[in-house]
């Protein structure tokens, strides 16, 4: 796990002090590497790589970045190849290995393979190799996203990097994407390759980029595909889950340093950390977020229960109000934009303490969209099934439950009746497509505070149906499937950003063994009424893993998802802080929203919604980013 970053110039000329440029960029990831940093410049200038390292693998200086082989290819890599051992026995008749790194292992399959030794690699990985004997300059992306990669093109060089705000010394000015900023507005995450700051894209999950006489072509290299298998029983899939699972596990905790792990309280994360610490006595150390402040926000007994079965030490992190003010504003920079809601913050506080003990922690994430873990889904499901019953269609479809099976379940949604009150209030048993929507519209309560008129919600719709609707992933007509895989394609990535941001902003690495392919590609052929039964969310998981997690764990209904008291601490401890967030005169200047309202909108609120995360959010964005650009641009001044 490291920060990477360079530029190319997509001409034949060189580029204008390669040095400065390159310089400032490691400076703005630095907290990426704090073992090591390397800088290399090609000959002819055109090319410049750097690295910042975090030593996870191959401890010793034969691992450091950027490398360079026998052949001349130069390589700058963040992430961790699992199978690396695997493939070095298999690369090892041609190419004479001069380090222990998984590093060294992808330079030598690029050597047999070409740009299809993506396709031989099982890990999370974002990288850059640079060919001179072909003059190709050739990147990818890890299959799901879990590393990240963003890059602009200005005055015919392309930069790259690990973070946004690497890139931006190269703008000609910091500007929001209005068709980003759309997405946001709608889903607090963007679903596209565009980003908020304009002109900078992210290379998606599962892609390639290739630059080649001077032309930049991107390609998809992997996808999911939900081709779902009919033939085989219940204890069938149970059985396979384990087994890929358990080997997904075991190469997961590959490392020349021990393992710790996150540990919420909820399924994912307590399963994760069980099946870890039956591998290797090292991996004895969980980290967890509470607040003691207000009632109802400790899940801390469940996290203790999960790490005494595991005969683990539970380190807990008691985060304040006070925590907030002083670190939120850090917790927006190392995001590079907002996204995904306000746990991001616990997680960067845990991440924090976590990083006090150790370099390497696993997560679950993944395990929601992969199994079907949110009780939107089962929301969703529950007006269609009513719809289907009182229609009489519901037995001529993949419904997956029915209003029968689904009524055992239906205590799991006693805490959303205001989410289902406000999901019901407009277009009840509509078109499925809209309903959905409607269900994961965060902007519905976003009326006078935003210039609609100024941005396009139409194409994010669009843009949202084309993906729901995407038929060369979901193969048949199954809603369960359709709102799991928008999940994975758009919020996912969202939580892996945060994943990777929260954890890299303190030098820590954060791996989640859910997110190995082949067992993703297995969970995509399991059927819905096997992962969803009844409305039973993570059915499968529960089922295979009964005499492994505790029964209070599996059987608990107030998992909140790394919950936080801002409705408490807005009206009490930070009273006044989210006006005078926005109360300066710069913030009632900003594009797109009416400054006036969204001040008397937060005086005047009584509670603390998504709205005021989403907002206050943004506000803090512009004000680091924005506000500050001639911070970025002075970087590289000549």
């Known amino acids: 796990m490291c920060g990477i970053a360079g530029l190319i110039s997509l001409t034949s000329r060189p580029y204008s002090r390669p040095e400065v440029a390159i310089r400032a960029m490691s400076g703005l990831i630095s907290h990426r590497g704090p073992d090591g940093d390397g800088e290399w410049i090609s000959d002819d200038r055109r090319v410049g790589l750097i690295h910042r390292r975090l030593a996870i693998i191959d401890l010793s200086p034969s691992g450091a970045q950027p490398m360079h082989a026998p052949n001349h290819t130069v390589i700058t890599y963040n992430g961790e190849v699992y199978n690396y051992i695997e493939l070095r026995k298999e690369l090892s008749a041609n190419w004479t290995f001069r380090s222990t790194s998984d590093t060294e292992v992808i330079l030598a399959a690029y050597e047999k393979w070409g740009e299809d030794c993506v396709t031989h690699l099982r890990g999370m990985f974002a990288f850059v190799i640079w060919d001179p004997r072909n003059g190709k300059f050739f990147a990818a992306r890890d299959r799901f996203g879990i590393k990240p990669f963003y890059y602009t093109v200005q005055d015919d060089t392309l930069f790259f990097a690990s973070e946004a705000k690497a890139l931006l010394p190269f703008l000609p000015d910091i500007r929001t994407d209005s068709s980003a900023l759309a997405e946001y507005l709608t889903f607090q995450y963007t679903i596209g390759v565009k980003t908020l700051f304009e002109g900078v894209d992210t290379l998606p999950a599962g892609h390639a980029l290739v630059i080649s006489n001077g032309r930049v072509a991107t390609r998809r290299y992997w996808d999911v595909q939900y081709d779902v298998d009919y033939d085989h029983s219940p204890r069938y899939f149970e059985t396979r889950f384990k087994e890929l699972l358990a080997d997904s596990m075991n190469v997961h905790l590959r490392a020349d340093v021990p393992v710790g792990g996150y540990v919420s309280g909820g399924l994912d994360s307590s399963l994760v950390a069980l099946l870890a610490s039956r591998h290797d006595h090292r991996n004895r150390e969980a980290f967890h977020g509470r607040f003691m402040e207000y009632p109802g926000y400790d899940e801390s007994h469940y996290a203790r229960e999960v790490t005494d079965l595991a005969d683990m030490s539970l ?222 969310m993570k059915q499968l998981m529960k089922t295979a893993y009964r005499d492994t997690l505790p029964k209070n764990v599996v059987e608990r209904r107030d998992k909140m998802g790394f919950p936080v008291p801002l409705k408490e601490w807005f009206q009490g401890a930070l009273k006044g802080f989210v006006s005078d967030v926005f109360d300066q005169q710069r913030s009632r200047k900003r594009d797109f929203f009416n400054s006036d309202v969204v001040l008397g909108s937060f005086q005047g609120a009584s509670q603390f919604s998504r709205k005021t995360w989403g907002l206050l959010s943004l506000e803090l964005w512009h004000q680091r980013f924005h506000d500050r650009g001639c911070e970025f641009r002075a970087m590289v001044k000549h």
Not at 318 to 342: E, K, Q
Not at 455 to 483: C, G, H, P, T, W
Not at 508 to 529: C, G, I, M, Q, W
């Open 315 to 536: 380190h807990i992190a008691d985060i304040t109000a006070a925590d907030f003010r002083r670190h939120v504003g850090d917790v927006i920079y190392h995001l590079d934009f907002p996204v995904a809601g306000p746990g991001s913050f616990p997680q960067y506080m845990v991440s924090a303490l976590a990083a006090k003990h150790l370099k390497v922690v696993l997560g679950g994430q993944g395990g929601d969209e992969l199994l079907g873990g949110y009780a939107r889904y089962l929301v969703a499901y529950f007006e269609q099934s009513i719809k289907a019953a009182m229609d009489g269609t519901y037995r001529q479809g993949n419904f997956v439950v029915t209003i029968e099976s689904i009524v055992p379940n239906l205590g799991l949604l006693r805490e959303y009746k205001p989410m289902i009150s406000e999901f019901w209030r407009d277009g009840l048993f509509g078109d499925i497509d809209a309903r959905y929507f409607r269900l994961i519209d965060r902007s519905t309560d976003m009326v006078g505070e935003v210039n609609w008129s100024s941005l396009n919600k139409a194409q994010v719709f669009d843009s949202f149906r084309a993906i729901f609707n995407n038929q060369d992933n979901v193969r048949k007509e199954a809603y369960f499937d359709k709102m799991t895989h928008f999940d994975f394609k758009c919020l996912l990535p969202a939580l892996l950003q945060v994943e990777d941001r929260m954890s890299m902003a303190h030098g820590l690495e954060s791996r989640v063994p859910f997110l190995d392919h082949a067992l993703v590609e297995f969970l995509a052929t399991v059927p819905a009424d096997v992962k969803f039964k009844g409305g039973q």
